[in-house]
């Protein structure tokens, strides 16, 4: 990308017509799509600069240029990045410290741990935003901090719920149990009861169809505040409490029912086996009472068996009643007689066993195909852990025989694998030598003194050496092309003419750089290859291994 074109475009953004600052933003956006861009750190300070800059008055809610911006640098969070964003902060829009600090979160650099808090409590008691809250409960005792300032707006309709997923977020990872006990339970109680009163006008008229079809946000809304409640009855509980769970259990939302009677377990308070063998075979809740149980381990109560098939129809139902077009719009899907058919065992590009369930719905009145899964088999042949692969192509499910579903349902997978396996993610190779850009230097120099001078026979000299130079040119860029580092498909992959040096990115235990080399070591702590700091930039090497080994199990350690 031409840095120039970036600069224009961040000039547009303060254009005061607002079609201009519209397709500035769309261009940026496109951008973000493009995978392979390299951009220089000191532009991506600059944005990060723009985007606390003034810009012209708002339009609509879509004229937001420094979220924009800000969005477009955390695709980017290199050390030298997060400082410029610490620095810039106070200036940012407020959705976009709200973004920002989603990017200064994920870096998990307890260095910058004041600053967030300081920040986030200067944001929640001026503003009203979004929180991050998922990025927020990963860290429970910055939490509290956090919690312990601004625990008045648990009297603030926009910041309640938050406030109250924060408060679950502390009790739940054993930070502090029961966290201001007096103050949380009669506040929680109040706001049960109102929630409760709200509900009751759906109970009586309760129908999935009518949930995802008709009623949809509102009541998600109501739904997910009165489940966050009665997940703080773990930890807030009382006489009332217990009345309140006791006539959860028996409402006809199997959401809401199973939450509750997930805290009556822990609680020691009876729950019917009719009701826990209701609850667990019911699509909307199987899969979320499983998981409750399993979180206080307690999935040995889970009372169907075996139960892979329907927690895979419970993953299925929830998959498509929420699946959205990229755009972001839900579909609007609403599955019926969900059912398994066969399943296929196989295993996934680190060799793990995997099975999956070859599935059928009807939507519409039309039965269409879809798969779930899949589910490892590592430990136990019907455990619920799974790698997310559950899909849909709509296709209607009796143009083609099982087999023939399995058949090209394995045909998919090896095609997504060797596409996958052949993808370049990351691709660098050597920059010219410092020697070289010293003689150009002395070069530039020697014949600018031959054209102040006069030209003499000793031109013939500064011929040679500019020849000299060529040559010496062409060679560091053959050398350049027969050298590269790489990251292709699962392997970090060192190239030096005839060469090949390579090292699957899950068997990386660490990385680490000085100023001359970057080191790979292995999983028993080898040194397994080693490359010149010349051939990368170090930043974008470092996000590019990040970025590809974030999802396993034993991520790596790499040097910031």
Sequence with gaps: MNELTLRNLMK???SPDSEKRFDAMGSFYELKENDDLKIRVELLKDMVKAAGSSFPERVDGWDNPSLCLIDFVCDYPMPEIIDEIVLHFDQLDPHAKVRALECLLLTKDEGIFQEIHDKTVQLILEEEVELPIEELCEFPVLLRGIVDKTFDKIESSHYKFMIYEFIAAINESGVEHGYKRSKILPVLLVDYKQLRDE?????????????YKSWKDSYFLLRYRINIVIG?????????????????V????????????GVCINKNIHVS?????????NVESAEMMYWGLAESKKEHLFPVSPKQPVLAKSHLFSHLVFLSDEEGEHLGIY????????????????????????MSFTQDGEELAAWTGGYILEEEDDGADLWEGTYTDFEPFHDKSVEEHKQLFLKKREEDHLESEQAVYYESSPSLSKGLWFFYALLISHWIRVFINGIDEEVFISIGFT???????????WKKKRSAVSIVGRELIKVQGDKKESIPLQEIKKVTYDKKKISIFNKENALQLTIPVRWVEYDHFYYAIVERTSHLRDQPYIQE
């Design 199 to 211: 509900y009751q006008s759906y109970d009586a008229e309760y129908q999935p169809k009518f949930v």
């Design 467 to 477: 020849v000299l130079g060529g040559i010496l040119t062409i060679y560091e860029l």
């Design 273 to 281: 086996g009719d009701i826990l063998e209701r609850l667990s075979s």
């Design 250 to 261: 028996l409402f006809n939302d199997p959401r809401i029912s199973s939450n509750a009677a």
């Design 12 to 14: 547009q953004l303060h």
């Design 335 to 358: 599955p019926e007689n969900i059912q398994v058919v066969d399943s296929v065992d196989t295993v996934n590009s680190y060799g793990q066993p995997l099975r999956y369930y070859l």
């Design 232 to 248: 703080l009855m773990n930890y807030y509980f009382s006489e009332e409490a217990e009345e309140w769970l006791k006539e959860a």
